[in-house]
């Protein structure tokens, strides 16, 4: 019949819907041809909730927004978990044609709560912390971060409530307190979609003490005979410390007018030998104690500069001793012009220029004796070869007397006839 073709040309058309818990849910049912045939919602439980724009079920929650033989809309609001299942929209032709809607009703999780924190915290300490947060369906993430990073070896657990709906969820997180980690904020972040892309964050800020750090720095590494020095003495720590105590050597400072404390710093005035050893800075809180040392060595100007004068003048001494007797002189010519040209500028002490003249008077005396050593020798030697010259030829032994003493009378007939 054409009543039949044209029941079969209508069907009702639903949608599923997501909703939060505590908002509203709106079913709409449409058909696109309806010949006055009526339209029905009825919920999980089969109970009809509306029969056209006719109400069925009292229940306050429930309204009808729109009502046709093209539409039949109704809400829900302060949707429930218990409002959650498959609602059913049905048009009564021959045969009675149906269709689903599934209404999922989101659980929110709950603030969360972080356990386990204590403050402060000794350093070295084993602290663990639990995020936890009940009520979110289906279950919600929860991450863990210090100072924006996030934190991935932490453990996660979840259960189930009494309701049967929703879920607890926890995790924790293990560390070891450390110094560094001293006004570090730890957050724990609970992700789900209930929370449109806003996550709920519970955050608290750690508290670590512990014993004071201590560093000495010098204001100079090479402290001079007469300059001064400070010896900074850096100390951290929680609580912060105490002001610190400076000794000398194990024992107090020996010169208060000149080793002036000031705050965490000492001054030492007009530095001399006996201001030498070791400077011990001391700090403590209520955790415990620390210290640092410095050797102190005031160092000498005139013991650095005597080096670099004196050695090589003996060194070019040494040098040239080993040459003749001919070279001697350009190289004491050049001894005595080089020493001014390296010494100018440079304030060099008077017993080191006193002690270069010894050494050269006493050089130039060792060599005029050998010269005149060697002068005496070789003249001594030519008169014994004269005195001789008589008795090479003679045959024998008177003869060669005779010779000699009538050369010694020749010569003084010689000498006489020179004279």
């Not at 073709?5 to 709106?26: C, D, H, K, M």
């Not at 001293?182 to 014993?211: F, K, W």
């Not at 001789?388 to 003084?412: C, W």
């Amino acid at each position: 019949s054409v009543d039949n073709q044209r029941s079969q040309g209508q069907f009702p058309l639903t949608q599923n819907v997501t909703v939060i818990e505590g908002e509203t849910a709106t079913l709409t049912c449409r058909v696109d041809q309806n010949d006055n045939t009526s339209l029905q919602w009825s919920n999980p439980a089969q109970q009809t909730l509306y029969f056209d724009d006719k109400k069925a079920l009292r229940d306050n929650r429930i309204e009808l927004l729109r009502a046709s033989w093209h539409e039949l809309t109704i809400r829900v609001t302060d949707v429930s978990l218990s409002d959650e299942g498959q609602y059913t929209c049905s048009l009564f032709t021959m045969p009675v044609k149906t269709s689903k809607a599934f209404l999922t009703v989101l659980g929110v999780p709950e603030s969360p709560q972080i356990s386990g924190f204590v403050s402060p915290v000794m350093e070295g300490d084993r602290m663990e912390l639990t995020c936890k947060t009940s009520g979110s369906k289906p279950a919600a993430d929860i991450r863990w971060f210090k100072n924006d990073k996030e934190v991935k070896d932490v453990k996660y657990s979840k259960e189930e409530d009494a309701n049967r709906k929703t879920f607890t969820v926890s995790s924790t997180m293990v560390f070891k307190a450390d110094r560094n980690d001293d006004g570090a904020v730890v957050s724990c972040r609970v992700d789900h979609e209930s929370l449109n892309s806003t996550p709920q964050i519970a955050m608290q800020v750690l508290e670590i003490h512990y014993i004071p750090s201590v560093k000495i720095i010098p204001s100079t590494p090479w402290p001079e005979e007469g300059q001064s020095i400070t010896l900074i003495c850096e100390s951290k720590g929680k609580p912060l410390p105490d002001p610190v105590l400076w000794t000398k050597d194990g024992g107090e400072l020996p010169d208060p007018e000149r080793m002036v404390v000031n705050g965490r710093e000492l001054n030492i005035n007009l530095l001399n030998k006996t201001d030498n050893g070791t400077y011990r800075c001391e700090a403590e809180n209520s955790i415990g104690l620390n210290s640092a040392e410095y050797v102190l060595i005031i160092h000498d100007v005139s013991n650095i500069l005597l080096p670099i004068t004196v050695i090589p003048s003996l060194t070019t001494a040494t040098v040239t001793t080993t040459v003749a007797l001919t070279s001697t002189a350009p190289s004491a010519t050049a001894i005595n012009t080089r020493d001014p040209n390296t010494l100018a500028g440079q304030s060099v002490p008077d017993h080191a220029l006193i002690g270069g003249i010894v050494a050269v008077v006493v050089f130039v005396t060792l060599c005029s004796i050998i010269l005149l050593g060697r002068y005496l020798a070789r003249h001594k030697g030519t008169y014994l070869t004269n005195e001789a010259k008589g008795a090479e030829d003679a045959p024998d032994a008177d003869t060669a007397i005779i010779n000699a003493e009538g050369s010694q009378v020749n010569a003084e007939e010689k000498k006489e006839y020179f004279i």
